[in-house]
Nanobody
Framework: QVQVVESGGGSVQAGGSLRLSCAAS????????MGWFRQAPRKGRERVAS????????FYDASVAGRFTISQDNAKNTVYLQMNSLKPDDTGMYYC?????????????????WGQGTQVTVSS
């Protein structure tokens, strides 16, 4: 059974930085997609960044491009999300997910393994 555990959330002032970590265990495939999602109060869950575990392909939502960086340490089965220049709109619960990958891309995130989330609060 694959388990995904996030850490690193917290409260910061606007303009500050945080780094989130996501550790995956129990995975049998080395070919997968890892993603970071966030859910703000009264809003749906949105993907902010994702990466192939091969590290070749990355995705960023337009709202975070240039401020957030997704990276990974395959030796530790850990994915990171470095968040700089944080804004109050970045506030939300941040979730990490792992899904499979084919030659066509990532499998649907709805069927991914999800973590419990870590809260990020950015005050103005």
């Amino acid at each position: 059974q694959v388990q995904v555990v996030e850490s690193g959330g917290g409260s910061v002032q606007a303009g500050g930085s945080l780094r989130l970590s996501c550790a995956a265990s129990g995975a049998t495939s080395s070919s997968a997609c890892m993603g970071w999602f966030r859910q703000a109060p009264r809003k749906g869950r949105e993907r902010v960044a994702s990466i192939y575990t091969s590290g070749i392909n990355t995705f960023y939502d337009a709202s975070v491009a240039g401020r957030f960086t997704i990276s990974q340490d395959n030796a530790k089965n850990t994915v990171y999300l470095q968040m700089n220049s944080l804004k109050p709109d970045d506030t939300g619960m941040y979730y990490c997910a792992r899904t499979g990958r084919t030659r066509s891309g990532c499998l649907p995130w709805d069927s991914a393994y999800w973590g419990q989330g870590t809260q990020v609060t950015v005050s103005s």
